[in-house]
């Protein structure tokens, strides 16, 4: 099942359950605008190039549009709309003054270098800086781009319409990024399972995890559900899974991936198949890596009694069904790895005020916004005696229709 399939199923269900017609479904499940656009640079070695960028706002009814720029091979029109609504109700179960958009360049990162990067990036909003903007459309990093590549956004953009910082969210601090960023998403995650936790009468002490991908997401996610008292028993990347049943240090085990690039070699712990990650007897399974890794065949294999998503779709319908025979709860992605988006509201929220605001506010605020965020969703999955991604999704499917009529649309 594609992504854009698995988004439509998951709105629909949520649908029926707050009785809208096929009319207001309509409506909500198409895209405000879609710009594909030429990006044309000269090569390093003096060659032309072509390539082609993607930019998606799926609603506009609650705000400006809100959501990632990826640089990858894959990216392709169907992915960059799944994703751009899956932003639309990610905002709006989180309570944000945001719309979804999505975007991204067809291209291997890996293989342009800096300049040339910095080239197909200028080149890119050349070609949409009318249609973006602090108030219309704000991009944030995603896989392939980082901090490095909004400040060129930045820079790009403001050539047109004078300096505008909040034009992007995960800049680099001395062009009006917020602290808290690089670990946003992983603390969101932790404040999310805490809130789901209390309602099962545990805490997060009381468990052991596997980390499905130790990128950015899994380190934080580990190390600080590590500093909460939980035991990680497991982590993963594509090539490697470490083990201990005793629980491992995993701001251990990131110090050594940073200094070796990879998880191999870590002494603290045993070395197994990557791919046995999902079967790992624990009491939380965390997927923090790909999209789609949760499936019909592989859902049967999970021996957790939740699963915290912290990547984008880890989980698709068929996986989700089989998840719920088995009594296995699901914290849907839309809200538990919602952290990131928030603290890119604030970073926005700050460039808007021209104020910045401490560490200790932007943590606080996170807090505040996850355990205030849950709520909503519990008593959704009590109404309508659905799982709790039901329930986010009637959540944000409510709100978003809500401001839609609202506004006479």
């Given at each position: 099942?594609?992504?854009?399939?698995?988004?439509?199923?998951?709105?629909?269900?949520?649908?029926?359950?707050?009785?809208?017609?096929?009319k207001?479904?309509?409506r909500?499940?198409?895209?405000t605008?879609?710009i594909?656009?030429e990006c044309?640079?000269?090569?390093?070695?003096?060659?032309?190039e072509?390539?082609?960028g993607?930019?998606?706002?799926h609603?506009?009814?609650?705000g400006?549009?809100?959501?990632g720029?990826?640089?990858?091979?894959?990216?392709?029109?169907?992915?960059?709309?799944?994703?751009?609504?899956?932003?639309t109700?990610?905002?709006?179960?989180?309570?944000?003054?945001?719309?979804?958009?999505?975007?991204?360049?067809?291209?291997?990162?890996?293989?342009?270098?800096?300049?040339?990067?910095?080239?197909?990036?200028r080149?890119?909003v050349e070609?949409?800086?009318?249609?973006?903007?602090?108030?219309?459309?704000?991009?944030?990093?995603?896989?392939?781009?980082?901090?490095?590549?909004?400040?060129?956004?930045?820079?790009?953009?403001?050539?047109?319409h004078?300096?505008?910082?909040a034009?992007?969210?995960?800049?680099?601090?001395?062009l009006?990024?917020s602290?808290?960023r690089?670990?946003a998403?992983?603390?969101?995650?932790?404040y999310?399972?805490?809130?789901?936790?209390e309602?099962?009468?545990?805490?997060?002490?009381?468990?052991?995890?596997?980390?499905?991908?130790?990128?950015?997401?899994?380190m934080?996610?580990?190390?600080?559900i590590?500093?909460?008292?939980?035991r990680?028993?497991?982590?993963?990347?594509?090539?490697?899974?470490l083990?201990?049943?005793?629980?491992l240090d995993?701001?251990?085990?990131?110090?050594h991936v940073?200094?070796?690039?990879g998880?191999?070699?870590?002494?603290?712990?045993?070395?197994?198949?990557?791919a046995s990650?999902?079967?790992?007897?624990?009491?939380v399974?965390v997927?923090?890596?790909l999209g789609g890794?949760?499936?019909?065949?592989t859902?049967?294999?999970?021996?957790?009694?939740?699963?915290?998503e912290?990547?984008?779709?880890?989980?698709?319908?068929d996986g989700?069904?089989?998840?719920?025979e088995?009594?296995i709860?699901?914290?849907?992605?839309?809200?538990?790895n919602?952290?990131?988006?928030?603290?890119?509201?604030?970073e926005?929220?700050q460039?808007?005020?021209?104020?910045?605001?401490?560490?200790?506010?932007?943590?606080a605020e996170?807090r505040k916004r996850?355990?205030?965020?849950y709520?909503?969703?519990?008593?959704a999955?009590?109404?309508?005696?659905?799982s709790?991604?039901t329930?986010?999704?009637?959540?944000?499917?409510?709100?978003?229709?809500?401001?839609?009529?609202a506004r006479g649309?």
């Amino acid at each position: 099942m594609n992504p854009m399939e698995a988004v439509n199923r998951q709105f629909h269900e949520a649908a029926t359950l707050l009785g809208l017609d096929e009319k207001a479904r309509r409506r909500l499940l198409t895209p405000t605008r879609e710009i594909k656009a030429e990006c044309a640079i000269v090569r390093d070695d003096g060659s032309e190039e072509t390539f082609i960028g993607y930019r998606v706002q799926h609603d506009s009814s609650r705000g400006p549009g809100k959501g990632g720029l990826r640089y990858h091979p894959e990216v392709e029109t169907n992915e960059v709309n799944a994703l751009a609504a899956l932003m639309t109700w990610k905002t709006a179960v989180a309570g944000l003054p945001y719309g979804g958009a999505k975007g991204g360049i067809t291209c291997d990162p890996s293989k342009l270098s800096a300049r040339e990067k910095q080239a197909l990036t200028r080149a890119f909003v050349e070609r949409i800086h009318d249609v973006i903007g602090p108030y219309t459309d704000v991009p944030a990093p995603d896989m392939g781009t980082n901090a490095e590549t909004m400040g060129w956004i930045v820079d790009e953009y403001s050539k047109h319409h004078g300096w505008s910082p909040a034009v992007v969210t995960g800049k680099p601090l001395d062009l009006g990024g917020s602290v808290g960023r690089e670990s946003a998403t992983g603390l969101g995650l932790l404040y999310a399972a805490e809130r789901l936790f209390e309602d099962h009468g545990a805490r997060i002490g009381d468990f052991t995890y596997a980390v499905q991908g130790f990128g950015n997401v899994g380190m934080w996610a580990a190390t600080l559900i590590h500093q909460a008292g939980g035991r990680i028993v497991a982590v993963s990347n594509s090539r490697d899974m470490l083990w201990n049943a005793d629980g491992l240090d995993p701001a251990a085990a990131a110090e050594h991936v940073r200094a070796t690039g990879g998880l191999s070699g870590y002494a603290g712990a045993e070395r197994r198949d990557p791919a046995s990650i999902l079967a790992t007897p624990c009491d939380v399974l965390v997927p923090a890596a790909l999209g789609g890794v949760i499936t019909k065949e592989t859902a049967g294999d999970i021996r957790a009694r939740f699963v915290l998503e912290g990547a984008n779709h880890p989980v698709d319908p068929d996986g989700d069904a089989i998840l719920e025979e088995k009594g296995i709860v699901a914290l849907p992605d839309i809200y538990a790895n919602s952290g990131g988006v928030t603290v890119s509201y604030f970073e926005w929220v700050q460039n808007i005020q021209q104020y910045s605001w401490d560490e200790d506010r932007v943590t606080a605020e996170l807090r505040k916004r996850m355990r205030t965020a849950y709520g909503p969703i519990a008593a959704a999955a009590k109404k309508h005696v659905c799982s709790l991604r039901t329930a986010a999704f009637a959540v944000a499917v409510e709100h978003v229709y809500a401001a839609t009529r609202a506004r006479g649309l």
